[in-house]
């Protein structure tokens, strides 16, 4: 989904990588700017918009589409488990990282297993004393899959 009109911004501050990524010319509006969403939806036949979701949410794990926000929602189902996030890792395998330190992996991703298909149990579950964010306050998942490689490479875990 693409976003455009007066309310639209000419581009993320002093980023002009993330700009270029994310914005483009105004098809509509010569001069103006569209930007991308990163959600996905499509126009029914009615001309309503009908949402999906997140673009980067949505991946695919052994050729199955998988909704990252439904694996952290089980590992957060879980009684241990205040918060959690799910990454693909590679085409094979999943990662997920849940808080507080003190609650239970084996808990958490048993949670999973009574809930989703067998292809959505992440590979390990990790747990931290809290989720990093960056300085936007998004979680920072480029910070979360470097932990994951560094995980699987010092704990010898075996990729599927």
Known sequence: MWAGGDCVTTGYLANPELTADRYRPDPFRPGHVMFRTRDLGRWTETGA????????????????RVELDSVSGALEASECCEQAVTLKFDSRNLVSFISP????????????????????????????????????????????????????????VELN
Do not use: N
């Open 49 to 64: 918009l009908e949402h999906f979701g997140r673009v980067d949410d949505l991946v695919k794990v052994r050729g199955f």
């Open 101 to 156: 330190i003190w609650a239970c992996p084996k808990r958490a991703a048993a949670s999973v297993s009574e809930r989703l298909p067998y292809y959505c149990s992440p590979t390990f579950v990790m747990p931290l004393d809290g989720l990093p964010r960056t300085p936007r306050g998004k979680l920072d998942k480029r910070l979360l899959l470097k932990m994951a490689a560094q995980h699987i490479e010092t704990a010898g």
